[in-house]
């Protein structure tokens, strides 16, 4: 029997990287996953990818026509172990290119979005489930173009321990999982011309010398959703090698 065993578990932005892994991984511990994601492309994949008992749903976290959906699928779905609330996006640009549509989006999308979703699913959260929202190290990076992505990712943190809080009352823990470099998806927001250069910037700077993997990541964010992080609530676990002290 494995840690998932009898469990379910919705992650959100799942058809690829270390959502996608994170699924994979349940799965063969024993538990169910339902998934959510943009691009037809990947959800395809992942259906050749999951069992079929597994939900995979087209769902966009900026949309709250799409998160009333998402709320009704998984009320009909059952009841829910863990969520992890993985979708997002990125993109760089000088803090004097910033403009309200492009702070607009990103908001929603990042910070909006699972402000919603949680709203929306709590009361489909087991007792002594666990809430798990992906950040980013871009929060401590200080990078001079990330200055929008990085205040969205910023907000999660902040937000999550208001919510370890609240939903202590019902033995639910809430966490935050602070990726750095990780292979699968890093940098992917940048233009091809110049992501490669970053890219290797970054990686010097990293203690261990390399990208993390997707099942790297996917690892600790199991180690989170799982028992047996019972007694961990209102933290956020870094799996950058070691880029960021904070």
């Given at each position: 029997?494995?840690?998932?065993?009898?469990?379910?578990?919705?992650?959100?932005?799942?058809?690829?990287?270390?959502?996608?892994?994170?699924?994979?991984?349940?799965?063969?511990?024993?538990?169910?996953?339902?998934?959510?994601?943009?691009?037809?492309?990947?959800?395809?994949?992942?259906?050749?990818?999951?069992?079929?008992?597994?939900?995979?749903?087209?769902?966009?976290?900026?949309?709250?026509?799409?998160?009333?959906?998402?709320?009704?699928?998984i009320s009909d779905w059952g009841l829910l172990d863990g969520l992890?609330?993985?979708?997002?996006?990125?993109?760089?640009?000088?803090?004097?290119?910033?403009?309200?549509?492009?702070?607009?989006?990103?908001?929603?999308?990042?910070?909006?979005?699972?402000?919603?979703?949680?709203?929306?699913?709590?009361?489909s959260l087991n007792a002594g489930a666990s809430v798990l929202v992906?950040?980013s190290s871009s929060t401590y990076e200080g990078a001079a173009m990330?200055?929008?992505?990085?205040?969205?990712?910023?907000?999660?943190?902040?937000?999550?321990?208001?919510?370890?809080?609240?939903?202590?009352?019902?033995?639910?823990?809430?966490?935050?999982?602070?990726?750095?470099?990780?292979?699968?998806?890093?940098?992917?927001?940048?233009?091809?011309?110049?992501?490669?250069?970053?890219?290797?910037?970054?990686?010097?700077?990293?203690?261990?010398?390399?990208?993390?993997?997707?099942?790297?990541?996917?690892?600790?964010?199991?180690?989170?959703?799982?028992?047996?992080?019972?007694?961990?609530?209102?933290?956020?676990?870094?799996?950058?090698?070691?880029?960021?002290?904070?």
């Amino acid at each position: 029997m494995g840690r998932f065993q009898g469990k379910r578990i919705l992650i959100t932005g799942g058809t690829s990287g270390m959502g996608l892994a994170g699924a994979q991984r349940i799965i063969t511990e024993g538990g169910e996953v339902a998934i959510t994601g943009l691009s037809e492309e990947r959800l395809e994949r992942a259906r050749t990818l999951l069992p079929k008992t597994s939900l995979i749903l087209k769902s966009d976290s900026a949309s709250e026509v799409d998160i009333n959906t998402l709320k009704e699928a998984i009320s009909d779905w059952g009841l829910l172990d863990g969520l992890w609330l993985n979708a997002g996006f990125a993109e760089v640009s000088s803090p004097e290119s910033v403009t309200a549509d492009s702070f607009n989006r990103m908001m929603n999308a990042n910070v909006r979005g699972p402000m919603l979703q949680l709203a929306a699913l709590s009361k489909s959260l087991n007792a002594g489930a666990s809430v798990l929202v992906t950040s980013s190290s871009s929060t401590y990076e200080g990078a001079a173009m990330t200055s929008l992505y990085a205040a969205t990712k910023g907000a999660v943190i902040a937000m999550v321990k208001s919510w370890a809080s609240a939903l202590a009352e019902r033995g639910i823990r809430a966490n935050t999982l602070v990726p750095g470099p990780i292979e699968t998806n890093f940098r992917h927001f940048m233009p091809e011309d110049s992501r490669q250069q970053f890219e290797d910037f970054v990686v010097s700077q990293v203690p261990l010398g390399r990208a993390g993997t997707a099942e790297e990541a996917a690892a600790v964010a199991l180690f989170l959703l799982s028992d047996d992080a019972s007694y961990v609530t209102g933290s956020q676990y870094a799996v950058d090698g070691g880029l960021v002290h904070y």
